[in-house]
């Protein structure tokens, strides 16, 4: 028997489509899940935007007030994909509402916000889940066997990269993303919020790091309208760019291994360069988001001149198996984001965390902050207690 669950998307840009399509495939991925999700209602405060959703996606209501959606009994279950500054507000309202929570990283403006929005999921005794969708690719999940299992000896550094262009061009318009007050920080929140998870994921706790930050493009146009994803603007007025563009950061984990973790918002020819190289005594493994189902191994006796081989994931491997039936078969972001709903799901369904839960997203919010602290001092700081 099969059970629906009625669920919410508040705030539908481009990361709440994506939560409503994923809701929409489980069936077709996950035909044995007990758990049905039924597109009840949507929120978003831009005129229209919701009710265009609820047209093309089939919510059942649409409303330009968030508050409503948590005062309709057929709610259960809330994805929030609204703009940082908003995580907070919107993450503790929702767990005291009783609804499950699935809401996007960063979760808030800083680790007093990541803290308070799980603290609150604690609280309610509802189910939380965070979106570190990179985690979830069944390659990244056959490398942290690869590593747990002593594949490649004991792990002595790694490097997790994620350089992106979404924010190079000069005419990007100066939205939420870039202000200390609505976005928090910059690309340490958006980007290396998800390297500082995946290192995590992969290696186990970071104990110190000391990090550098920089912000190369200082002045951006403010827009003349409502903006979604990462809009362009002309001829507004201009204002400063508050938060960093860039960060390069070394971390030291509980395990002795040693690391570097570089992000970027306006590296001009890098799409989504985003990625790891984990090294131990006795080989390495490697992956790239661009290369998302494939994994670069390098194992044996040999340690000089080892030769390094392309490993394809197949259906053995995380959840490849719900998707495609044999390996080099291609899965892509948004199937990501439908086994993060899936987790998310399970969780409910279970009562127990399956997946990035929001304990993660305070663990991430603690890196962070540490980076941001030691960018301040120019010298290497501890990590706070997740």
């Known amino acids: 028997m099969v059970d629906s669950l009625g669920v919410a998307v508040i705030g539908f840009g481009w990361m709440g489509r994506v ?15 007990g758990l ?7 929120a978003d405060e831009v005129p229209g935007r919701a009710e265009e959703a609820a047209e093309r996606y089939g919510f059942a209501t649409a409303t330009r007030e968030w508050r409503a959606v948590l005062d309709d009994p057929a709610v259960d279950a809330v994805s929030v994909t609204a703009p940082n500054f908003l995580h907070r507000e919107i993450g503790v309202a929702v767990a005291e509402a009783g609804k499950h929570l699935w809401i996007e990283k ?66 990007g318009a100066l939205s939420w993303r870039f202000e ?60 400063p760019v508050e938060n960093e563009d860039y960060v390069s950061c070394l971390l030291r984990f509980a395990s002795g291994a040693r690391g ?3 992000a970027c918002r306006v590296s001009v020819g890098e799409q989504n360069n985003y990625g790891f190289e984990v090294h131990g005594t006795e080989g390495s ?37 719900a998707f495609q039936p044999g390996a080099a078969n291609a899965m892509g972001y948004d199937d990501l984001k439908v086994i993060e709903a899936y987790r998310f799901l399970r ?27 030691s960018a301040a001092a120019g010298a290497w700081v501890t990590v706070e207690e997740g």
Do not use: C
């Open 285 to 321: 493994v490697s992956w790239d988001f661009r290369r998302m189902n494939e994994l670069a191994v390098s194992v044996g006796t040999d340690y000089q001149d080892q030769p390094v081989s392309t490993v394809y994931v197949g259906p053995a491997d995380g959840e490849f198996g």
């Open 180 to 239: 200390r007050e609505r976005g928090g920080s910059g690309v340490l929140g958006d980007l290396a919020s998800h390297g500082a998870d995946l290192a995590r994921h992969l290696l186990g706790d970071i104990t110190s790091v000391t990090a550098d930050t920089a912000v190369f493009v200082p002045e951006r146009a403010r827009p003349t309208g409502a903006t979604a994803g990462h809009s362009r603007a002309s001829g507004g007025e201009f204002g």
């Open 19 to 33: 939560h409503t399509q994923a809701y929409a495939r489980l069936p077709h991925h996950y035909p044995l899940l």
């Open 347 to 373: 969780s409910i369904a279970e009562k127990r965390s399956v997946g990035a839960s929001l304990r993660d997203a305070v663990r991430s919010a603690a890196v962070v902050d540490a980076m941001i602290r």
């Open 260 to 262: 570097v973790l570089e």
């Open 106 to 171: 960063p979760v808030g403006l800083d680790l007093a916000d990541a803290r308070a929005v799980a603290g609150a999921v604690a609280r309610a005794g509802v189910r939380g889940a965070v979106g570190f969708n990179y985690r979830n690719a069944p390659a990244v999940e056959r490398a942290r066997e690869l590593i747990a299992g002593g594949g490649i000896g004991t792990v002595t550094h790694v490097r997790v990269r994620l350089f992106s262009d979404y924010a190079a061009h000069p005419e």
């Open 36 to 42: 049905r999700p039924e597109l009840v209602a949507v």
